[in-house]
């Protein structure tokens, strides 16, 4: 069994940040990423092989050429990300809001 | 419908800014953050300790079942009454260490006022720690509710 990739820790490489952004402007083949970088091929398909395992890339075959594209159920899943944490806060605010409005009569005294 | 709080997280970087309008007076949010009984009412915490003046420190802490679930602590570095805190905040025995906060509480109307929070964490690393907790529930979440669903037919 595949150990199931972190997306976040994926992120977190700002090697793989710039390939989700040249992939993002259009489909690319390996060795057309590899041309951005000073790295070897090899370190750059490790790259590539961790984001297509956290299903942030995906590949397409296009004659001969494999040529890797976002995923974007993966880049939904980073969107969504912030939403929970935005949600506590709102929750938590909200209930702020509730409780201090029952004191705007005493305020106004 | 515009949202009332926003989060504000740029890639690459350690900070993280939170927003948020209240159909409130500036002075009742400001009392919300600075009175222990409101505090412990809208954060849903017990606070221990809630020193209001700079160099103060406060201490949180949430009970369940006689088991402590959380702790947090801080110092309140500045306060100025109705306008603006600064303070640190820590969640104990978490990787997400010290934060350092900014409080701006803003009078917008007579009843209206803007909160914004800007928080600084000790690296883009640790705010990503910060930021994978409620997602991290919300998928938990998620997940027994599918097992919820799945387990009666297993």
Redesign the interface.
Known sequence: MKLRRDV?QAI?D?TR?TIITLVAASAMTPSAIAENFDYSRQTISKHIQILTECELLKQEQKGREIYYELNPNGMRQIAD??E???????D??N???E???S??HE?KK | ME?????N?L??KQELF?T?D????V???Y??YTEAA?VS????TKVIKLENRNHGSYVFETSHEGKVMFKANGTIHKLIPNQEMVRTFEMENMPIGVQLEFLNFEKVTE?KSK?TIQIIYKS??HR?E??????A??LNMAHSKLQEILEPKI
């Open positions: 976040f977190a700002p940040r990300f912030i929970p944490f935005r949600k506590m806060w709102d938590r605010f209930t702020l809001e409780l201090m409005k004191k705007v305020h | 949202q009332k709080t926003k989060i997280a890639e690459g939170i948020r209240f159909d409130l007076p002075e009742l949010v009392k919300a409101f009412q809208w954060m849903g009843d909160l883009e690393k990503a910060q930021l994978k907790l409620p997602f529930y919300g």
